[in-house]
């Protein structure tokens, strides 16, 4: 039978302490309320919010979404992609097609959004104040006291809990702290420019029609980066994202851009795209980082656990870092909502840190994997690349990676509901459980 996809009342309240309040940071203590825990949660910044434009929901996320009530209101400001639709760079031509509406409810009984990630982050804080959670703004943390499990702000504040749960993101002071390391969060050489496009202003343009009269995400793969296009907000905005070869100053992280430079770094590329960018007002560009798999998210002693972007911090080609750290959430939650007795604190924690170490590895190899098949040159590589595509049905290292049946499984097919329950039973007759799945790559 499947596992019920809810959070279990917990019979031992625990205070914990959860460190940012970005999208992993906020799932994590509405799915440690719900399983009856008492949750406050630290930001360092003065208030709370989501920088960026849009972000994909893949079919794992929206199972926990559902089990902490937010589905709803999630999909309400969100939109339901039909294909997701690789063209080749120059010609448009179009060399890969993987469904996803109806495929992914048939498939994964879930549904692939696309939202703007201040909405997502928005319903998500909503849904935190309803449940209780004791939101403390303007709250860097500093340090981490492994004896008391306690953290201390800028401020001079010290908060103290059961348990401590770092999701302070790629530039991470717990990591820090846990590592005794500066420093673990690695530049890729890519960055990513963003923009935000009214689809009306698309409707001016002859023969974008193909764009916005379906609701597709299209990539654009050509040497050295690659482009996607989808749309948010029931199809009124038009999200635009450029990742190519990093050109920022090094002191600099973000910054702002002219849509001039999309089409220099693009110049023979399809003329739909360049009919797209001449209607950007704004972009901005950021530096890409992501991390080194961690010996450990546990440290030696205290009850601490980094999760999110801090612990495994990725490239955003496989559209998958958050839900990542709303799966590591919801493992999270799920796990302690079955706790017997405080001794257990450690092994739970250790638990988490097992079950969910191996697959947040494999989405940072894999997406930083997915660089080398987007950003092919044209010549022999890329042509064996578009031969086991075109017009091919998707097999075991398709470089599709979003169509590879066995890598789609890998990435769709998680349910952290069924990975819980799992886990415990496992625990209970003496093992420590872990995650891996077969065949993923060839190597
Ligand atoms: C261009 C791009 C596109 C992406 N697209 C997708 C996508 O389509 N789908 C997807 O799933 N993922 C995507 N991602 C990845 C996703 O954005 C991240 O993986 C996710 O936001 C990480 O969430 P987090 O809560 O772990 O960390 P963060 O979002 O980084 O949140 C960390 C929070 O901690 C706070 N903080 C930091 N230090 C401290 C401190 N010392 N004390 C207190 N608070 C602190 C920060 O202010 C912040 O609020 C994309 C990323 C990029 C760059």
């Not at 973000?254 to 693009?266: D, F, K, W």
Request: include cysteine; charge should be negative.
């Amino acid at each position: 039978m499947p596992a019920k996809r809810e959070f279990q009342k917990t019979s031992l309240p625990l205070q914990f302490v959860v460190v940012g309040a970005g999208l992993g940071g906020v799932s994590a203590s509405i799915a440690l309320s719900l399983a009856g825990h008492k949750v406050k949660l630290l930001e360092a910044a003065p208030e709370l919010g989501e920088v960026g434009a849009g972000i994909q929901i893949p079919p794992p996320s929206i199972k926990i979404l559902e089990a902490m009530g937010c589905l709803k209101e999630v999909d309400a400001v969100s939109i339901h992609p039909t294909d997701i639709l690789i063209h080749r760079y120059d010609t448009g031509e179009v060399i890969s097609k993987q469904n996803l509406v109806p495929y992914v409810k048939d498939k994964y009984d879930g549904l692939y959004l696309h939202i703007h990630r201040a909405h997502y982050h928005e319903v998500l804080v909503n849904r935190a104040k309803e449940l209780g959670v004791e939101i403390h703004l303007n709250s860097r943390v500093e340090s981490v006291d492994f004896d008391t499990n306690s953290v201390r702000t800028a401020a001079g504040v010290v908060h103290t809990g059961d348990v401590i749960v770092g999701y302070d993101g790629v530039r991470s002071k717990t990591r820090e702290e846990i590592t005794g390391k500066a420093g673990g969060a690695y530049d890729t050489g890519d960055l990513a420019y963003r923009a935000l496009i009214p689809t009306e202003l698309l409707k001016t343009v002859p023969g974008l029609e193909k764009y916005w009269s379906h609701p597709d995400i299209h990539f654009w793969w050509g040497p050295t980066l690659h482009i996607v296009m989808y749309f948010l907000q029931g199809g009124k905005i038009c999200n635009v994202v450029g990742l190519c070869p990093d050109t920022l100053p090094d002191d600099v992280m973000r910054e702002g851009a002219n849509h001039q430079e999309l089409i220099e770094v693009t110049k023979g590329w399809d003329s739909d795209l360049h009919k797209i960018f001449n209607l950007i007002d704004e972009v901005g560009k950021w530096r890409l980082q992501d991390s080194r798999e961690l010996a450990n998210w546990v440290p030696e002693k205290g009850n601490v656990i980094i999760l999110g972007d801090a612990s495994h911090s990725t490239l955003p080609y496989l559209a998958s870092g958050a839900s990542q750290a709303v799966e590591d959430a919801a493992v999270l939650a799920g796990l302690f909502s079955k706790i017997e007795s405080k001794d257990q604190i450690r092994e739970i924690l250790t638990m988490v840190e097992s079950m969910r170490k191996w697959r947040s590895s494999q989405v940072v190899r894999g997406s930083a994997n997915c660089r080398n098949i987007y950003h092919l040159a044209d010549g022999e590589e890329q042509e064996i690349r578009d031969s086991k595509l075109k017009g091919k049905a998707p097999q075991l290292g398709c470089p599709n990676r979003f169509a590879d049946p066995v890598f789609q499984d890998f990435l769709w097919g998680y349910d952290a509901f069924e990975e819980i329950e799992r886990g415990w039973a496992e625990y209970k007759s003496g093992k420590m459980p872990t995650y891996d799945y077969p065949n993923l790559y060839e190597a």
